[in-house]
């Protein structure tokens, strides 16, 4: 079928049309110069006559997720929305001028070390969508654009829904079927059926997208096909996921994005947060620099009465998780660590230290704005000037103290003295020694019984827990945690989860150990 003719673009006031971008079903994508600001921005357009009722509630709903959701520096962002004078609705987006996944996998071949930091970064935004209520539902190499940074965005919400109206009145998901719109080589299989997909579909099609750049084929594409809509939608539901076939990609990348497509939902990860730190923690073994997972705190509010709202403890809304590179041999919990409610600073500014570097560090990727949290260990405050300052500070004091030895042996060489003076008294220099990372306790092992209907949870003290440390729980992935130092938790219903950490005395949390009754 011949693709069919673009629209003329329309003329909106403060800014001049340059070329067509793209075009889709209900759309075309045209670059504009904004004049004032003077910048190139993307200008997506709905076609004439296109915009019935259900598609402008549908551009609508694109305009305000995706505002809602912009800030996020893994999201494309949207700068104005309106209706053009010859009645077309139009979004002004960021311009992203750089070929995007679908383009790049088509003509080149991505390494397992970038493959990871994408995922890492896009798996931040799907959480921070999610956490906002908001599925995606179209996520697809071609709706991962890269800025003129380097930086993957995700884009496209045209789709999207608020996770709570997902399902339609007699069951189905929202929009028909829940087909209308999808891209069927990367959805999961449940958005086929009457009971449509929810943020675990949106897991899939991530990890799908993943396997595509690595296997630069989607996930069951035959070659030589026969690979129809009908096909596809059979292979996912019953094949087996073909192996990605690259001897360079590390086995462990490939379990977790088996995982991430699992066929049963309830194997896959059950959060976007879980997806990226398994990626993370397939960096650390292979030493790559540590990419941050950027999320967006859901209720900031409420994360600051868990902490007690103090000023050394307050939550801000937008969290990077950053894990801190393993030394040798040393396992990466690859969870935040936290401070002991018995010890935690009371006074001071925020808890948290400033961002290093900006956007522009290659090597260990971008933090977006907000605040960078080294492994989120809330403690206290800061000193008040930057790390890189007082790197610097040291850097010079160990110089220091190398010419001041060399000054003395210098002057004792040239004097011939046998017996040196002992060395004028003054404050000592800060020691040089490099510290390694704090020890991380092992996750405790949970075992769980239903008693007269309630969940009663228990636990050994793992291996090294000593006085001091403590136990942080909460029913739910999403937070609300609570501390006990008692290794029994019971939940007043025969249904229930447990998520445990073992903390110990200095802030440092283990692997966070799951089991539901």
């Known amino acids: 079928m011949s693709r069919r003719p673009p629209a003329p673009p329309p003329d909106l006031p403060g800014y001049t049309v340059s070329k067509l971008?793209?075009?889709?079903?209900?759309?075309?994508?045209?670059?504009?110069?904004?004049?004032?600001?003077?910048?190139?921005?993307?200008?997506?357009?709905?076609?004439?006559?296109?915009?019935?009722?259900?598609?402008?509630?549908?551009?609508?709903?694109e305009a305000n997720l995706m505002a809602a959701l912009s800030t996020h520096p893994a999201i494309v962002t949207i700068h104005q929305a309106g209706i053009s004078r010859d009645g077309r609705p139009y979004l002004v987006m960021e311009h992203c001028s750089r070929p995007n996944?679908?383009?790049?996998?088509?003509?080149?071949?991505?390494?397992?070390?970038?493959?990871?930091?994408?995922g890492i970064r896009l798996a931040g935004a799907v959480e921070t969508a999610h956490r906002?209520?908001?599925?995606?539902r179209d996520i697809k190499p071609a709706n991962v654009l890269t800025t003129d940074f380097g930086h993957p965005v995700l884009s496209d919400f045209g789709i999207s829904v608020q996770s709570a109206s997902v399902r339609g009145p007699a069951g189905r998901p929202s929009?028909?079927?829940?087909?209308?719109?999808?891209?069927?080589?990367?959805?999961?299989?449940?958005?086929?059926?009457?009971?449509?997909?929810?943020?675990?579909?949106?897991?899939?099609?991530?990890?799908?997208?993943?396997?595509?750049?690595?296997?630069?084929?989607?996930?069951?594409?035959?070659?030589?096909?026969?690979?129809?809509?009908?096909?596809?939608?059979?292979?996912?539901?019953t094949a087996p996921l073909p192996p990605i076939g690259r001897d360079d990609i590390p086995d462990a990348l490939e379990r977790v994005i088996t995982r991430g497509m699992d066929r049963n939902r309830g194997a896959r990860f059950a959060t976007a947060l879980d997806f990226a730190r398994a990626l993370q923690q397939v960096e650390a073994s292979l030493r790559?620099?540590?990419?941050?997972?950027?999320?967006?705190?859901?209720?900031?509010?409420?994360?600051?009465?868990?902490?007690?709202?103090?000023?050394?403890?307050?939550?801000?809304?937008?969290?990077?998780?950053?894990?801190?590179?393993?030394?040798?041999?040393?396992?990466?919990?690859?969870?935040?660590?936290?401070?002991?409610p018995g010890t935690a600073a009371?006074?001071?500014?925020?808890?948290?230290?400033?961002?290093?570097?900006g956007q522009g560090g290659a090597a260990a990727g971008w933090s977006g704005p907000g605040t960078v949290v080294a492994?989120?260990?809330?403690?206290?405050?800061?000193?008040?000037?930057?790390?890189?300052?007082?790197?610097?500070?040291?850097?010079?004091?160990?110089?220091?103290?190398?010419?001041?030895?060399?000054?003395?042996?210098?002057?004792?060489?040239?004097?011939?003295?046998?017996?040196?003076a002992p060395p004028p008294s003054g404050p000592a220099l800060p020691s040089m020694s490099p510290q390694g990372p704090m020890d991380v306790l092992p996750a405790p092992k949970v075992a769980v019984k239903v008693v007269d209907g309630k969940s009663v949870f228990s636990w050994a003290p793992p291996k090294g827990f000593a006085d001091g440390d403590f136990y942080r729980w909460s029913t739910s992935p999403d937070g609300g945690y609570k501390t006990i130092r008692d290794t029994t938790v019971t939940v007043p219903k025969p249904s229930a989860c447990l998520y445990l950490q073992a903390v110990s005395k200095a802030g440092t949390a283990s692997e966070t150990e799951h089991r539901c009754s």
């Not at 959805?187 to 630069?216: K, N, Q, W």
């Not at 009371?346 to 570097?357: D, E, L, N, V, W």
């Not at 790197?391 to 010419?403: F, I, N, Q, R, T």
Request: no cysteine; proline share 9%.
């Open 175 to 237: 929009g028909e079927s829940g087909s209308v719109g999808m891209s069927i080589p990367w959805s999961a299989p449940e958005v086929f059926t009457e009971h449509g997909g929810d943020e675990r579909a949106d897991i899939y099609s991530l990890a799908a997208t993943l396997y595509t750049v690595l296997a630069s084929r989607s996930p069951f594409d035959r070659p030589g096909g026969p690979n129809t809509s009908a096909d596809l939608m059979n292979r996912i539901r």
């Open 375 to 420: 492994a989120q260990q809330f403690s206290a405050p800061p000193p008040a000037q930057p790390a890189r300052r007082s790197s610097s500070l040291l850097g010079w004091l160990g110089g220091a103290a190398v010419l001041a030895v060399a000054a003395v042996v210098a002057v004792l060489a040239l004097n011939g003295g046998d017996d040196p």
């Open 288 to 340: 790559l620099s540590p990419t941050p997972i950027d999320v967006l705190d859901e209720d900031p509010q409420h994360a600051a009465e868990e902490l007690g709202d103090t000023p050394a403890t307050r939550v801000r809304a937008l969290t990077v998780i950053h894990p801190q590179a393993p030394a040798a041999g040393a396992k990466q919990s690859g969870v935040p660590q936290f401070a002991n």
């Open 21 to 61: 971008l793209g075009s889709g079903g209900f759309a075309d994508v045209y670059l504009y110069e904004q004049q004032l600001p003077r910048r190139s921005v993307a200008v997506k357009v709905l076609l004439p006559g296109a915009a019935d009722a259900e598609l402008l509630a549908q551009f609508d709903a």
């Open 346 to 357: 009371a006074g001071g500014g925020g808890g948290f230290a400033p961002p290093q570097g």
């Open 101 to 118: 996944l679908a383009a790049r996998y088509r003509s080149e071949r991505l390494g397992a070390a970038e493959v990871l930091r994408v």
């Open 132 to 136: 906002a209520g908001i599925l995606h």
